[in-house]
């Protein structure tokens, strides 16, 4: 009895070792079969196909893609900040503003070049936490409806969808120095609309800085993103991010209307 069991018990191990080097001689035909992507067509891609992009790294176990994210962010924020404060208009209107708080002459420029410093710096900070704010209510959202994904490839997604944003809003800012304009957007409702309605009418105003083509394409980007992390239908996809949208106006419209109040009762008060 007892040959007999350590005769099944090798051909047991046989079978077992067999399949374990099937398994390991698939894995290692397909990573020597596996077209890799350079990094820059991945780069482009989130641009011509998104959807592509995203399902060649996201599917990837660890998910991959949140480089090209944070460079391609960091690279159009940059130079979208830099580009709006060279807008003559709005650099004339900030040299306006440091002679009012009683900076010299010979100052300006050196504060000049601070302040794009500093700007860039805060716009680089700002894009970075807005996508971690999107992507925290977006997974919110995700596990009230018991959606699947990962929270990492979500904060990908909204990465991207900024990065598309801010790479549109450089287009943005060349045309509003050749024309030129200080609108907060001329790629949009923005350009048609006036400074004092913008102001007065938060409502309207809010509205108006969503209507452009840099915010329609960036939700895009994260109706398709939600999509492929999900692995939902694009039709819940749409669903999804419209309700985090509505979410993220009404919350602009809450932070504005506190604002305005509070600059109310400080003039009251004086």
Known sequence: MSEEKVQLDDQGRDYLDGGFAVVDREKIIEEETRVITPWYKHFINVFVAPRKMMEENFYQDPPKGVSIGIVGAILFTVIMTLLTLQNPITKQQSLDAM?????????????????????????????????????????????????KGRFGSLFTVALLSQMVAAALMCIDRLIAIVIPTASTSVLGLPILLSEDIMITNMTLGILAQIATIPSILSICILVIGYSVVTRTSTKKSIAVIAGVEVFFILVSLGFAYVGQMFMQNMQSGL
């Open 99 to 147: 002679r009012m708080n009683g900076i010299a002459e010979e100052m300006l420029g050196q504060n000049y070049v601070m302040a794009q410093v500093t700007g860039t710096i805060i716009a680089v900070v700002v894009i970075f936490v807005g996508a971690f704010f999107t992507a925290l209510v977006i997974q919110i959202v995700k596990a009230i409806i018991k959606d």
